[in-house]
């Protein structure tokens, strides 16, 4: 290292002119020309890295820049290395001294699904083999390894659990997974306020051809009736996750139709607010690695034609689906809406697929969730518990979750405790307290409305003296200060040395607390930003209805109810496309219909006559069965 500083030091002394905002310049000068950042690199490597010590890039990348540059960095990080192949990862391996690899085993591998759709050879999804599964080589297990986080079990480097839970805000939306998929590990935080994280709705759609529009409309009605804006004025970021790519492809068609139509102003302008906060709509495949603070969910799948439920759930269905399960189910931070049409007789015998399944895989365990979504939604406790009992195996085994065990304190912990109970009595003091996972040594409750709780941290110099506590405490303070805590440390060395000192700056702290005139963010009214009050499709409709008859019942009195009869020249407005045209409804056969002087003949029997005749000027029409909508002008 000492080398390696001296040289760029002399480097920078040789060249006192040749600095990064010389070499990156946004126009040429006389002097230099304009580089990239990737000349600069090929230009002098330390130059570079001294300027810029972390580099973030993709494995190719890293190859491409950093050619024959093995063992160059101190530390290469790959982040989500379950969906990481070891041929395009193994070059990016070789550049760094230490190798860590950071990824969930129960997430999605490697897979070569968008291949298949974008390249056109996969027509139907449901229809997908499983030829993507890894065959094993027994002679070489290394070379059967799917991703490069099995490539890194199998060479059994170092493990780490990652087990606390921050994304999801009530501990219900990840319970499932928690119970299914990581034998109750995690350790989620708690709720800071009383609602229900999940909203089931039955929506009773037919899946014809890839798609259910039922449950389309049901999403948009959700985005129309159920996102209301949090308190600070902001709406609460949103995306849709669906379980295939046709749903999803379905939902953004119906989305652009609407911004056609002048009757959806409000909803458009309110999409493009949640699209400035990061809405998002996705499919199960390409979901992983994304957060919101509402996800709505259209499991897609229902009755035929027929009438008949066909349980083919695409990739769910294979070897490993309970992966991509697990991924779309805990992308929401705050709630979920579950819009699906699987019958509940179906569904509801999670127990008996479970025991075939052998596992919680499959369709089984989606069975399984959908049972759970009902049960959180209905705020039924015992059949919520039931689904997680089943999921564990046995109800007399479910996982508790792992107890921090008590760290012996330095004696004066012991102090600091009679001393505050001294002066404020014992019923605002805990000791040894649990929280989302965290050891906290002493809780001040001052018991005033919106003031925080004050964790008290009796820190001992050989318990929190490394490099790595100091970075774990702060990031536990972080963590719980998101949770209505405020920090006082008080260190041993400190307390020896003048107890005193250190007992009227606690004290005075306390006071400060206390009486401050800032209060703790209140989450209290956030659950009016996601309200858990489905409205129907017949619902929606006869709201429409009935605006539109409040439309035309104000638009009567001002032009003394003109009723379009036959024979009249009408002049129309198409909303979707803000065409206009006149009209003549006339008793011919479509043959015999002419255009003359701008008017266009239509047969009293056609679809647009027979939506027009009886209406007056200003009402807003529409037409047969389509979803076509036109305006009423005047007459010519």
Same mark, same amino acid.
């Given at each position: 290292? #000492? ?109 070569? =699904? ?83 994280? !999940? ?35 902001? =709406? ?113 015998? =999670? ?103 004050? #964790? ?106 003109? !009723? ?64 076509? =909508? ?7």
């Amino acid at each position: 290292q #000492a080398e390696q500083l001296e040289a760029k030091q002399r480097f920078k002394k040789e060249n006192e002119d040749l600095t990064l905002e010389n070499l990156y310049n946004k126009r040429s000068s006389k002097r230099f020309k304009r580089l990239s950042l990737r000349q600069i690199v090929r230009y002098d490597v330390d130059l570079f890295t001294s300027y810029f010590p972390i580099v973030l890039t993709t494995p190719d990348v890293c190859c491409n820049l950093f050619k024959n540059k093995n063992d160059y960095f101190d530390i290469v990080l790959f982040d989500e290395a379950s969906q990481l192949r070891i041929e395009d990862t193994l070059p990016a391996m070789l550049k760094g001294k230490q190798k860590v690899v950071a990824g969930d085993e129960h997430q999605m591998p490697p897979s070569s =699904y968008f291949s298949k759709i974008f390249d056109g050879s996969l027509e139907d999804e449901d229809e997908i083999e499983e030829d993507d599964v890894i065959k094993i080589d027994k002679n070489n297990l290394l070379l059967s390894c799917e991703s490069l986080l099995d490539f890194g079990i199998e060479l059994n480097f170092e493990k780490r659990y990652l087990d606390f839970h921050y994304r999801s805000r009530h501990p219900y939306l990840i319970d499932f997974s928690n119970h299914a998929f990581y034998k109750n590990r995690l350790k989620p935080l708690p709720n800071n306020f009383d609602y229900v994280p !999940i909203t089931y709705v039955q929506v009773e759609g037919s899946y014809l051809e890839h798609v259910n529009e039922k449950e389309a409309e049901q999403v948009l009605s959700i985005l129309e009736h159920n996102i209301q804006r949090l308190p600070n004025g902001t =709406y609460p970021s949103v995306g849709i996750a669906t379980f295939n790519i046709a749903q999803r492809n379905l939902i953004k068609a119906k989305l652009l139709e609407r911004k056609k139509f002048e009757k959806f102003k409000v909803f458009n302008e309110k999409m493009e607010e949640l699209e400035e906060s990061g809405f998002f709509i996705k499919n199960l495949e390409n979901i992983q690695g994304d957060e919101r603070d509402v996800i709505i969910l259209s499991t897609t799948y229902g009755l035929n034609a027929e009438g008949k439920f066909m349980q083919r759930f695409g990739p769910i269905n294979h070897q490993k689906g309970y992966k991509l399960l697990n991924v779309i189910i805990t992308r929401a931070k705050y709630k979920v809406y579950c819009c699906t049409s699987i019958p509940e007789t179906v569904f509801l015998a =999670y127990k008996d697929r479970l025991m075939e399944e052998g596992s919680n895989n499959r369709r089984a365990v989606f069975y399984a969730y959908l049972a759970y979504c009902k049960a959180v939604s209905e705020e039924e406790e015992g059949q919520r518990q039931a689904v997680l009992d089943a999921l564990s195996g046995d109800a007399q085994n479910v996982a508790v979750a792992e107890s921090v065990s008590s760290v012996q304190r330095a004696s004066f912990g012991d102090e600091v405790y009679y001393m505050l109970a001294q002066k404020y009595g014992t019923e605002k003091l805990a000791t040894n307290v649990q929280f989302a996972g965290f050891h906290i040594d002493m809780v001040f409750d001052p018991q005033v409305k919106n003031r925080p709780k004050i #964790a008290i941290e009796c820190d001992g110099s050989l318990e929190h003296g490394s490099g790595e506590a100091y970075l774990y405490d702060m990031h536990r303070q972080a963590i719980l200060e998101q949770h209505g805590f405020i920090f006082h440390r008080i260190w041993s060395a400190n307390w020896w040395r003048d107890h005193q000192r250190e007992a009227e700056k606690l004290v005075e702290f306390l006071e400060k607390s206390t009486k401050s005139t800032n209060t703790v963010h209140s989450s209290d009214d956030l659950s009016v930003a996601f309200t858990s009050t489905i409205i129907t499709e017949e619902e929606r409709l006869a709201r429409e209805l009935a605006l539109l008859e409040e439309q035309n019942a104000t638009t009567n009195q001002k032009v003394d109810d003109i !009723i379009i009869h036959a024979g009249e020249a009408v002049r129309i407005k198409y909303l979707n496309n803000n065409s206009e045209f006149v009209v003549v409804m006339v008793d011919k056969k479509a043959l015999d219909l002419k255009t003359e002087n701008g008017r266009q003949e239509i047969a009293l029997d056609s679809p647009l006559a027979t939506s027009l005749l009886g209406h007056t000027i200003g009402d807003i029409v529409r037409v047969g069965e389509l979803d076509t =909508y036109v305006e009423v002008l005047g007459i010519d």
